[in-house]
Nanobody
Framework: VQLVESGGGLVQPGGSLRLSCAAS????????MSWYRQAPGKERELVAL????????HYGDSVKGRFTISRDNTKNTVYLQMNSLKPEDTAVYYC???????WGQGTQVTVSS
């Protein structure tokens, strides 16, 4: 099982980024997927969750209305579109497969002027 995140970087407050997570080594379309984040000195927290077919989603309270999780099962990829970014969104973002617990290596997102 391999999960590889990309798309992180430095962005100004109010800006946007799209994270991608390329999955391999398992039948991607059968699994629920999620994004977590961890800021320095804080616990890892759930950002968003998407069902295997993409029909159901769930978001952490701090990102509702700003972030959108989606997936393309033909490309074995899950995405996180982040809009209206705030400095408090600064964290390492991780792709996660809940069942069987698999994690990516993380991608840094920094929101700063």
């Amino acid at each position: 099982v391999q999960l590889v995140e990309s798309g992180g970087g430095l962005v100004q407050p109010g800006g946007s980024l799209r994270l991608s997570c390329a999955a391999s080594g398992f039948t991607f379309r059968l699994y629920e997927m999620s994004w977590y984040r961890q800021a320095p000195g804080k616990e890892r927290e759930l950002v968003a969750l998407i069902s295997s077919a993409g029909s159901n989603t769930h978001y952490g309270d701090s990102v509702k209305g700003r972030f959108t999780i989606s997936r393309d099962n033909t490309k074995n990829t899950v995405y996180l579109q982040m809009n209206s970014l705030k400095p408090e969104d600064t964290a390492v973002y991780y792709c996660h497969r809940p069942v069987g617990t698999a994690w990516g290596q993380g991608t840094q997102v920094t929101v700063s002027s």
